[in-house]
């Protein structure tokens, strides 16, 4: 099993900037994709930002939904494999939701990820 904790959530004006990260522990090395969600009330789950193992040297294939590209910077610390970043910069009040860490022992682009965090919340001020 797998246990994943999301940190870095909380309330800034828009413009501002956040770091999310999301530190994995349990059956760490059965760990490849990893990814960052979101859900804001009323409204579905959406993938954010994702990223696939890589290399050691490599910090692996990245993916963005079409609303945070160019805004949001996905990150993996090579060093620990099973720790991923969510860089959020320019962010606007639509960005406020709950936002959920993800990860799957499958590579590649994962559709139904097998491990989920409990959410940290990101709030946007307008």
């Known amino acids: 099993q797998v246990q994943l904790v999301e940190s870095g959530g909380g309330l800034v004006q828009a413009g501002g900037s956040l770091r999310l990260s999301c530190a994995a522990s349990?059956?760490?090395?059965?760990?490849?994709?990893m990814g960052w969600y979101r859900q804001a009330p009323g409204k579905q789950r959406e993938l954010v930002a994702a990223?696939?193992?890589?290399?050691?040297?490599?910090?692996?294939?990245?993916?963005y939904a079409d609303s945070v590209r160019g805004r949001f910077t996905i990150s993996r610390d090579n060093a620990k494999r099973s720790t991923v970043y969510l860089q959020m910069n320019s962010l606007k009040p639509e960005d406020t939701a709950v936002y959920y860490c993800?990860?799957?022992?499958?590579?590649?682009?994962?559709?139904?990820?097998?491990?989920w965090g409990q959410g940290t919340q990101v709030t946007v001020s307008s």
């Open positions: 349990g059956t760490i090395l059965s760990i490849n994709t």
């Open positions: 990223i696939t193992s890589g290399g050691r040297t490599s910090g692996g294939r990245t993916r």
């Open positions: 993800a990860a799957d022992p499958r590579g590649g682009w994962i559709s139904v990820y097998d491990f």
